[in-house]
C-alpha cells in the first residue's frame, strides 16, 4: 500500500481551479444583475446600490415611441433574416456534410468566414457595393447585409447534426423503397430539426443585435434598437436604458429556456 | 461500403449552390469593391494609386492604433483562457443539475444584447457604480476612482462579453478526454497539477486555440463595448475605420484601413490555424 500523495499539490490545485472558476462565473453573471437591479431604481441616475426602488422607468418605457420603432424594425428585419438563413443555410448544409471532397471543404470554410472577418469591414464594403449596383438602402439591404452574417449559424448547427445523424438510417430508408426527398422529409428532417431551431435562432438573436452592419445599411426609417440604445448611451446616460436592457435579458433568458427545451440548444452550439 | 454510405447521406454540392451565388453577389463582391474604392488618391475617387495605403503604413499615428487593437485582443483572449479553462474544468465534473445552471450562465452573456452587456459594465465601472460605491462605504477611497474609460476596464468588459467563446469550445475540448488516462497519470504517480500540465493541457490543447481563434476575432473586432467602456481617448481600428466613413467621408481612405484590418486579422486568424494543426499533431502524438 502506497502512501497517499502529499495532499498540499491536490489542495493548492483544487483551490486555484475553484477560486478562478468562481470568478469566472461572477464575471459572467454579475453584470446582468447589476442591469437588472439599477433598472428597478427611483431615481434619475445609474447609482448602485440604489437608493430607492420603483417601476416607473419600466412604465416611462410604455411612451418611449422611438425605442418601440425601432424595436419593431429589428424584430421584423431579424425574422425576415432568419428565415432568408435557414433556407440557403440548411440546403448548404446538406450539400457540405458528410461530404470529404476539396470542394465541399473549400465551401465549407467559405460560408464560415463571415464569423471570423470584422463585420464592420462588411458592413462598409456593402456600403459601397449596394451605391454601385445603385440599390438604395431600405430593410432589403439590411436583410441582405444581415443574412451573410448570420447565415454561418445556421449552417453550423445544421452540419453539426448531419454529422451526428446515423447514415444506416438513411440506407435503411432507401433500400426500402424512399425516393431520396422522401427520406429527407421523412427520416433526415426531423433528425436535424433540433440543430436547424437551435441555428436559427442563434441566427435570429445576432440580427436582432447586430450593430457593425446595421451601422451603414440602415437609414431614419429602418432605425434599429441596439443602434438606438448605442446612441442613447453616448449621449446621456438614461436610466430608460436600463429599463430596455431589464426587458431584453427577461426575453433572452425566457427564450434560452424555452430553447434548451425545444432544441437542447447547449448541445447544438458547440 | 464507404461508396453506399456516401449515395444515401450526401446530396450533391449543387444544394450548396444558392448560398454560394448569394455569398459570391453579397459577401465576395463587396469585399472586392471595397479593395478597388481603396485603390483611389483622392476622396472624390478620380484617380488610381496605393497612396491610401502608404499613409497608413507611414504613419506612426495609425500604425500604433493597429497595434494597440491588435494587443488588446491578446490581453483580452489572455484573461478569458485564465478563467474560461477552470471554468469549463469545473463544469465537466460538475453534477448534471449544476451542469444544467452553469450552462444557462455561459450562454446568456452569449445571447444577451451586446448594448446592453456593455451598459452594464457602465453602471459598474462608473463613478457611482458598484465598484467605487462599495470601495468607498469600506473606507478604502476618498473620491471616486476612474475605470470606465480606462484600458483595463475595458479589457475585463471585453473578457465578459467574449467569454463564452472561449468556454464553450473548451468544455467541449474537456469533456472528449478520456478519465482514465488521467486515473493511469495519477496511478503512475503524477500530482494534480502535473496531470494538468502534462495530460489535460496538451490533449485539450485544440480545443484552447480553437477558443482563443474565437475570442481574439471578437474581441478586436468588438465595436460597442470598445466605444462605450474605452471611450473616447482610446482608438481602435473599429472606430477608426468608422470615424473615416462617416464623419470625414474619405471613402477611400476608409476603404484602405478595412483592407489593412482585414489582412492583419486573416494573419493573426492563420497563426492560430498553424498552431491548432500543429497542437493537433502533438496532442495526437
Known amino acids: 500500500m502506497r502512501l497517499p500523495r502529499p495532499s498540499l499539490d491536490r489542495m493548492s490545485f483544487t483551490l486555484v481551479m475553484w477560486t478562478l472558476g468562481f470568478a469566472a462565473v461572477a464575471l459572467l453573471l454579475l453584470p446582468t444583475l447589476v442591469v437588472v437591479i439599477v433598472s428597478f431604481t427611483s431615481g434619475f441616475s445609474l447609482r448602485f ?58 465551401l465549407d470554410s467559405f460560408f464560415m468566414s463571415p464569423l471570423v472577418l470584422p463585420a464592420l469591414a462588411f458592413g462598409i464594403a456593402a456600403l459601397m457595393y449596394f451605391t454601385v449596383i445603385g440599390l438604395p438602402v431600405s430593410p432589403l439591404t439590411l436583410v441582405i447585409g444581415h443574412t451573410v452574417v448570420c447565415v454561418p449559424f445556421v449552417v453550423r448547427t445544421t452540419v453539426a447534426a448531419l454529422a451526428q445523424m446515423n447514415a444506416s438510417l438513411l440506407e435503411s430508408s432507401a433500400s426500402l423503397g424512399a425516393s431520396t426527398f422522401y427520406s429527407f422529409r421523412r427520416v433526415t428532417l426531423p433528425l436535424i430539426r433540433p440543430g436547424i431551431l437551435a441555428g436559427a435562432f442563434i441566427a435570429f438573436m445576432s440580427s436582432f443585435d447586430n450593430v457593425p452592419v446595421s451601422l451603414f445599411l440602415r437609414d431614419a426609417r429602418t432605425d434599429m434598437l441596439p443602434i438606438r440604445m448605442w446612441q442613447d448611451l453616448e449621449g446621456r446616460l438614461d436610466v430608460t436604458i436600463a429599463a430596455v436592457s431589464g426587458v431584453l435579458i427577461a426575453l433572452t433568458v425566457l427564450a434560452l429556456v424555452v430553447m434548451e427545451r425545444v432544441a437542447g440548444l447547449s448541445r447544438r452550439i458547440r | ?42 476622396p472624390e475617387m478620380t484617380r488610381f494609386g496605393f497612396t491610401q495605403y502608404a499613409k497608413f503604413l507611414f504613419d506612426p499615428f495609425s500604425l500604433a492604433v493597429l497595434g494597440h487593437t491588435m494587443w488588446i485582443g491578446v490581453e483580452v483572449t489572455l484573461l478569458c483562457l485564465v478563467l474560461g479553462l477552470p471554468l469549463a474544468w469545473l463544469y465537466v465534473r460538475a453534477p448534471s443539475w449544476a451542469q444544467s445552471t452553469l450552462m444557462l450562465v455561459i450562454l446568456l452573456p452569449l445571447l444577451t444584447s451586446v448594448v446592453v452587456r456593455t451598459f452594464s459594465w457602465i453602471v459598474i465601472l462608473g463613478r457611482q457604480g458598484i465598484v467605487n460605491t462599495t470601495l468607498a462605504s469600506l473606507g478604502l477611497i476618498d473620491a471616486p476612482l476612474k475605470l470606465l474609460y480606462t484600458e483595463a476596464g475595458m479589457v475585463v468588459a471585453l473578457a465578459q462579453v467574449q467569454m463564452p467563446l472561449m468556454v464553450l469550445p473548451l468544455i467541449t475540448a474537456l469533456s472528449k478526454l478520456d478519465p482514465s488516462l488521467l486515473d493511469a497519470s495519477s496511478a503512475l504517480g503524477a500530482g494534480e497539477w502535473r496531470t494538468f500540465r502534462k495530460v489535460i493541457l496538451p490533449l485539450t490543447l485544440p480545443g484552447i486555440v480553437a477558443g482563443c481563434l474565437l475570442t481574439y476575432a471578437a474581441a478586436i473586432t468588438a465595436f460597442i463595448t470598445q466605444t462605450l467602456v474605452g471611450g473616447g481617448q482610446m482608438l481602435f481600428m473599429p472606430m477608426y475605420i468608422y470615424q473615416q466613413a462617416t464623419t470625414l467621408s474619405n471613402w477611400p481612405f476608409a476603404a484602405a484601413i478595412s483592407i489593412i484590418f482585414l489582412g492583419a486579422v486573416l494573419v493573426a486568424l492563420s497563426l492560430f490555424s498553424l498552431l491548432g494543426r500543429l497542437s493537433k499533431g502533438y496532442a495526437h502524438a
Open chain 1, 49 to 106: 446600490p440604489p437608493t430607492g426602488y420603483s417601476l416607473r422607468w419600466y412604465a416611462a418605457l410604455l411612451d418611449a415611441w422611438q425605442l418601440h420603432f425601432a424595436a419593431t424594425n429589428s424584430f421584423k428585419i431579424a425574422l425576415w433574416t432568419t428565415a432568408l438563413s435557414v433556407l440557403l443555410g440548411v440546403a448548404a448544409a446538406l450539400a457540405v456534410a458528410r461530404s470529404e471532397t476539396l470542394m465541399a471543404r473549400i
Open chain 2, 1 to 42: 461500403m464507404a461508396a453506399s454510405t456516401n449515395i444515401a447521406t450526401t446530396y450533391g454540392l449543387r444544394l450548396a449552390a444558392p448560398l454560394a451565388i448569394f455569398y459570391a453577389a453579397f459577401f465576395l463582391a463587396p469585399l472586392l469593391i471595397l479593395f478597388y474604392v481603396s485603390l483611389h488618391v483622392d
